[in-house]
């Protein structure tokens, strides 16, 4: 429990309900400012993972006192530590059940984003890439990025059955794709899938992914953190589905190319338990394309106010007052 | 335009009452402890009340006051808690600046637990033993973060330490510190 009065120990406990409490006003913030825009969303959502880093050690710069028992007592909106001193029953105390839920969370990150790049780091047959010349994809993606007055990104195509679209790379850019996408995808499925991955290159998705993931390793043992940087991701998705659509004006094709990305995983595979993952896993991946597909589908955004600096500036604000207040 | 400045007001009352609406909110989970933990660290209005509440064996508070400090009687501030172990924290303020004239600590010798003081002792001159009345304590000698001159003397008794810290002389200090214990 000690831990907890300790620097590092406040700056823990403190950074977890700092996201929290960012994360709970930024949501009454978009309900009350009625933001459904996705650019908006994420910028606001970008509060959640930056603020918490760095607020405590500003906090006690302003206020050394502001860890002690009487600024708790007296001050404080909110005191973890009263929680954290409960033992339930007698028994377990509540400080126990806190570092379970940091330790599960620092778990989920290792298993889930540690150890696959560990993996994806060892050596492994390489993709077997080519060029296929039986379709134009050369000709549309230079007539897309000539519309979108950017510059061509580099194609390379995988010989894999599964359909698989991606762009990596942070100043020259790679479109990969797999040959499943380009045996099934019809013309205009193509062009909204390679218009959405140049939007993708434009917004420089590549680029702000890592700098959010390496603000998100920085708070390794934060469940909040965990959930947030999902949910900056799919709103970077949102974002350039808008765009793409905003471009082709062809809602039903990108509809369609993504339906081919559903996920079905083969339940003959493995073990129980990695079959229950892939699973979980497909259920999460196949909600998230159904909510792209249900966003793309929505009318009435253009109604909705998109990003003001006057409203996002007062509700930092607030943000910082009520998370100086909390402890 | 009319319109248009109804919804951004209506946008900054929603705004405006669910963040209150929050503050409320957090103000009750941040009370709920209190009555889960009820003898856990709390603000007290009097020390009958402490007595009262936590039924805690000794409060240990001075019988002297020396005049010339002009402290205030009663403590402006009391600090209690039972649980995790006992501890009592009294601030006394001075009758005309209000500001903070000696603080009292007593902490169940077991917990090896120093509470944070309100008056900050900055620079260490000299430490040096010392009785009170037959019991053996540490009378620190040191200025305070406004470079006024402060002292703290601290000795067991029974099953608790008790500290005493003052701005103001060690003879003063030592006398109250005197005055807080029965004679043996």
């Keep these: ?327 | 335009m009319h319109i248009k400045i109804t919804r951004q007001l209506k946008m900054v009352f929603s705004f405006a009452l669910l963040i209150s609406l929050l503050v409320v909110v957090l103000e009750l989970i941040n009370w709920a402890p209190s009555i889960i933990e009820t003898e856990s660290l709390r603000k007290y209005k009097t020390i009958e009340l402490v007595k009262r509440k936590l039924h805690i064996e000794r409060i240990y508070i001075p019988a002297y006051l020396p005049e010339d400090l002009n402290l205030k009687w009663p403590p402006a501030e009391i600090y209690a808690q039972k649980k995790p172990f006992v501890m009592v924290i009294m601030h006394f303020q001075q009758r005309d600046s209000k500001e903070l004239g000696l603080i009292v600590h007593q902490v169940d010798a077991k917990s090896n637990y120093r509470p944070e003081s309100k008056i900050k002792l900055s620079q260490i001159k000299k430490e040096s033993k010392v009785l009170i009345k037959d019991r053996a304590g540490i009378l620190v000698t040191a200025t305070c973060e406004d470079d006024t001159p402060c002292n703290q003397v601290s000795w067991r008794e029974g099953n608790f330490m008790l500290t005493v810290i003052g701005k103001d002389s060690q003879r003063d200090l030592i006398r109250i510190a005197r005055s807080m214990v029965p004679d043996s």
């Excluded at chain 1, 403190?14 to 910028?43: C, G, N, P």
């Excluded at chain 1, 993996?119 to 519309?147: A, N």
């Excluded at chain 1, 499925?189 to 993708?200: F, G, K, T, Y």
């Excluded at chain 1, 959010?212 to 350039?240: A, G, H, T």
């Design chain 1, 1 to 327: 429990m000690r831990f907890f009065d300790s620097y590092i120990g406040m700056f823990i406990a403190q950074s977890v309900l700092h996201s929290f409490m960012t994360l709970v006003i930024i949501e009454i913030a978009f309900y009350s400012w009625e933001i459904r825009d996705h650019l908006a969303k994420f910028r606001y959502r970008l509060l959640v993972l930056i603020l918490p880093i760095f607020v405590f050690p500003v906090y006690q710069l302003i206020n050394p006192d502001r860890g002690s028992m009487y600024f708790r007592e007296n001050t404080a909106l909110f005191d973890l530590n009263r929680w954290l001193a409960i033992r339930i029953w007698d028994l377990v105390p509540v400080y126990s059940l806190f570092l379970a839920l940091l330790s599960g969370t620092m778990l989920i990150f290792f298993l889930q984003e540690i150890f696959p790049i560990v993996r994806e780091k060892l050596p492994k047959p390489g993709y077997v890439s080519y060029v296929v010349p039986h379709r134009d994809i050369i000709g549309m993606l230079e007539g897309l990025c000539k519309k979108l007055g950017t510059s061509k990104p580099s194609v390379r195509i995988v010989d894999e059955p599964y359909p698989m679209l991606f762009t990596t790379g942070i100043k020259n850019h790679v479109i990969i794709l797999s040959k499943a996408i380009l045996d099934k995808f019809t013309d205009d499925q193509m062009e909204s899938a390679l218009a959405h991955e140049i939007v993708h290159i434009i917004r420089g998705s590549s680029i702000k992914t890592q700098i959010i993931y390496i603000l998100r390793m920085l708070m390794f043992y934060n469940p909040v953190s965990l959930i947030e940087f999902r949910r900056l991701v799919q709103d970077d998705e949102f974002i350039c589905d808008d765009i793409t659509v905003s471009f082709t004006k062809k809602p039903e094709a990108l509809i369609s190319a993504i339906n081919a990305f559903y996920s079905h995983p083969q339940e003959d595979k493995g073990s129980k338990i990695s079959v229950v993952k892939d699973t979980i896993e497909s259920h999460s991946h196949n909600l998230l394309l159904q909510e792209r597909i249900i966003k793309i589908q929505e009318k009435g955004i253009a109604d909705t106010p998109g990003f003001g600096w006057v409203k996002f500036i007062l509700t930092t604000v607030i943000i910082l007052k009520i998370n100086y207040m909390v402890v």
